[in-house]
């Protein structure tokens, strides 16, 4: 239905409005009738504002149009019900952003952070990094920029996003400042400045109340969120109630003006899985649904943040006790990690929990890369935390049973199946690596792979067994096994970058961090450039050289060339070979 701001088209059909209200009538996604009525005049501007008033938005559509198990009038419905948001700040939909929803009635959703810190990365880079999280399936991107053109940065992330931008806009509140000298005057310029440039959804840490810092105390690892730990400071050196708080009213109106959304912070979540569940989080998490409410009122969009380190069996309760605390807004969730010993695989900790906290009620996941508590992401590191997490929320969309989710799986399940090969790259997630990977070992597209050989292949077996012709695309016929095409440039660089460090790259790595850490002594570092603890590396030229001298008389004499047709039971004059 169309809204017409200021008319009640209700008050003229019927003719009782009172004096001063206007009213609309429409009717749900139940098939209920329902009347709104509205102060006289009063113009909707955010999502949920237009959703109460029971107006499809044309990003509504475009939410129904991007999830087809979703009607334009279910989205309306949910958003009215603050059980999903669509982050889109009327400012970044001047620009290329494409809308899309947050909420349980949807697809489970994936964050990718990045952002330039003071000692990593520019502009340029973090826009080449926005692009790649999008290929990649980033659904929305933090930038939590912390050093660099923070402003410029923002700016051109915001012109080149399909996809929602959020931020922490405490960041660019205190560069150049202590936090002691945050008033409300810089959080007014600051937030109204991002919120004109487009950002969709603001992280603001309001929950962190003075009488929750008591229960820090017994934590392993205090406060970890760095929005959480600055306003804790900002408490206890002004003695004061946390500003974010007290001017929570100011920050709504602020927000309702460009419908950016609220992904109000988890200033104390846990660290550790020691920390989790505990007091902090879950007094934080009761003031959150205050806030909540409070943002509700004022026609802005919530979502909430959750826990970053909960051991497995904890997830499920705190999912629950999220919806319930905070009435059903979505919840947005880092992670959570599992275990805490695996630093370096932290995209994997994480996305575990993640799947099971998005299969018991998180909405969006934010994604942990490889350098989680080691570095800032580089281009590699988002890719492998972005497929972890779209392997975190699609595992969980599929045991969901969100209509039509599994499709893709059971087609390829048939390709493979069918051994068709062409069909199973062209469906996978990343057709470039499982390509490769494939032709490493054997190019050539035939009943059976690498990993088992030809007498071993059990598909290849079962088709022997049974005319298994399901799966396969209408008009395939298998012809002959056919070599592939050369692995393309992105390919090779694929399987060279496997185990993501070559040994040079550690040597280099190690070398470096050993010399920073003055741990061997100089002289030795400058008469031989290798640590005292270290093997006998050598590159590969000097290999060569010390393989000749070792006695063989030529390099080719000691490389050894394995056939392995017999292994594989192909005939020596097979013509695939
Ligand atoms: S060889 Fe093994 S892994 Fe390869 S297709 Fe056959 S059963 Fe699958």
Redesign the pocket.
């Known amino acids: 239905m169309e809204f017409v701001a200021g008319k009640s088209r209700d008050a003229e059909s019927h003719g009782f409005e009172p004096v001063g209200l206007g009213s609309e009538i429409f009717t749900d996604a139940r098939g209920v009738t329902r009347r709104v009525t509205h102060p006289a005049g009063f113009v909707p501007v955010t999502q949920l504002e237009h959703a109460r008033l029971g107006v499809i938005t044309p990003q509504m559509k475009r939410v129904a149009e991007r999830e087809p198990h979703l009607t334009p009038v279910q989205v309306r419905d949910e958003i009215a019900a603050g059980r999903m948001v669509i982050p889109a700040n009327v400012n970044h939909l001047k620009h290329k952003l494409d809308p899309m929803a947050i909420g349980r009635a949807s697809k489970t959703k994936v964050n990718a952070n990045m952002g330039a810190s003071p000692v990593s990365s520019g502009t340029d880079e973090e826009v080449e990094k926005l692009q790649w999280a999008e290929r990649w399936g980033a659904d929305t991107v933090m930038d939590l920029s912390t050093g660099g053109d923070l402003d410029a940065c923002r700016a051109a992330i915001i012109a080149n996003a399909t996809v929602p931008i959020g931020t922490v806009p405490i960041y660019s509140m205190i560069i150049g400042k202590k936090i002691e000298d945050l008033d409300w005057a810089t959080i007014e310029a600051s937030l109204h400045h991002q919120a004109r440039q487009g950002v969709d959804y603001f992280t603001i840490h309001a929950g962190v109340r003075r009488a929750h810092l008591k229960h820090v105390k017994n934590r392993l690892i205090g406060i970890v969120s760095r929005g959480g730990s600055l306003l804790a400071k900002w408490m206890l050196v002004h003695s004061q109630e946390n500003i974010m708080y007290t001017r929570w009213e100011e920050i709504c109106k602020i927000l309702r003006q460009y419908d950016v959304t609220f992904s109000i912070g988890d200033g104390l979540r846990p660290g550790g899985l020691a920390d989790a569940t505990d007091d902090a989080q879950i007094a934080e998490l009761e003031t959150l649904g205050e806030l909540t409410e409070r943002a509700w009122r004022h026609g802005v969009q919530v979502m909430i943040e959750g826990p970053g380190h909960v051991p497995f069996d904890q997830i499920e309760w705190n999912a629950k006790v999220q919806r319930t605390l905070c009435h059903g807004a979505p919840f947005y969730v880092l992670g959570p990690l599992v275990t805490d010993m695996f630093p370096g695989y932290d995209h994997i900790t994480s996305c575990i929990g993640a799947t099971a906290m998005a299969y018991h009620g998180a909405a969006m996941l934010c994604y942990v890369t490889p350098k989680e508590h080691l570095g800032l992401p580089k281009k590699d590191d988002v890719k492998q935390g972005c497929i972890a997490y779209k392997i975190a929320a699609h595992a969980a969309d599929v045991a969901l049973g969100i209509p039509g989710t599994r499709d893709r799986d059971d087609e390829l399940t048939k390709a ?1 199946a069918a ?1 068709n090969w062409e069909k199973h790259f062209e469906l996978s997630f990343d057709p470039d690596t499982a390509r490769a990977y494939h032709d490493e070992d054997l190019d050539v597209d035939t009943d ?6 030809h007498d ?5 077996i079962s088709k022997e067994i049974q005319e298994f012709m399901s799966g396969k695309a209408e008009g395939f016929e298998r012809g002959s096994p056919v070599r592939s095409a050369a692995l393309t440039p992105e390919q090779q660089e694929i399987l060279e970058k496997r185990g993501v460090l070559s040994p040079d790259e550690i040597h280099k790595l190690a070398n470096k961090t050993a010399k920073q850490m003055a741990k061997v002594p100089k002289g030795q570092m400058a008469k031989e450039d290798k640590l005292t603890c270290h093997s006998d590396y050598v590159d590969p030229d000097t290999a060569k050289r010390l393989q000749v001298a070792s006695g063989a008389a030529s390099v080719s004499e000691r490389l050894v060339q394995v056939d392995v047709r017999p292994a594989l039971g192909i005939a020596k004059e097979d013509r695939v070979v």
């Open positions: 493979r051994l059976f792979c690498a990993m088992c050989g071993w292949c059990s598909v290849r």
